[in-house]
């Protein structure tokens, strides 16, 4: 019986190409797109995501994209938004760091959004923030000596 010769085969080996200096040509907006940013990954293909118009959309990762380009909170991405359905979207691609820099210079991007953070763009101020009260009181040690 062969030997396993290693990780993955053919699709695996092919990825190296595109990681290696600016080869991707940059893909700008057109009609019915919008530029966003991922608020959070629901699972089964499917994400929540800031457009930069201001609404927020349920977007679905095309099956192109699926397993092959992973998409985390924070990334900026392309959407092409449906004719019937406003709060829902489909992803067209993803933008890497670079990229979305790039876009932001040229004006695409606001000014206030933030590339390659967690913290998202239109994120509510305070959200999972907890604050505690430091107790000034010997009240504590008193509960402890009952014991």
């Known amino acids: 019986m ?31 797109q919008e530029y966003a940013q991922v608020v959070k990954m629901l699972g089964n293909g499917r994400l929540e995501a800031q457009c930069f118009d201001g609404e927020k959309r349920l977007a679905h990762i095309r099956g192109k994209l699926r397993k092959k380009v992973w998409i985390n909170q924070g990334d900026i991405i392309l959407l ?6 406003d709060d829902k979207a489909d992803v067209i691609q993803k933008y890497t760091a670079d990229e979305a820099r790039n876009l932001k ?8 959004a933030k590339i390659n953070e ?6 509510e101020e305070g959200e999972g923030d907890v604050e505690f ?15």
Not at 80 to 85: C, N, T
């Open 118 to 123: 967690t913290d998202t763009f239109g994120g």
């Open 80 to 85: 092409s938004l449906r004719d019937f359905q």
């Open 105 to 112: 210079q040229y004006g695409e991007l606001p000014s206030d």
């Open 133 to 147: 009260e430091e107790d000034s009181g010997d009240s504590d040690d008193d509960d402890l000596d009952d014991l």
């Open 2 to 32: 062969p030997k396993a010769k290693g990780k993955g085969g053919k699709n695996r080996r092919r990825g190296k190409n595109e990681t290696e200096g600016d080869k991707r040509e940059l893909v700008f907006k057109d009609e019915g």
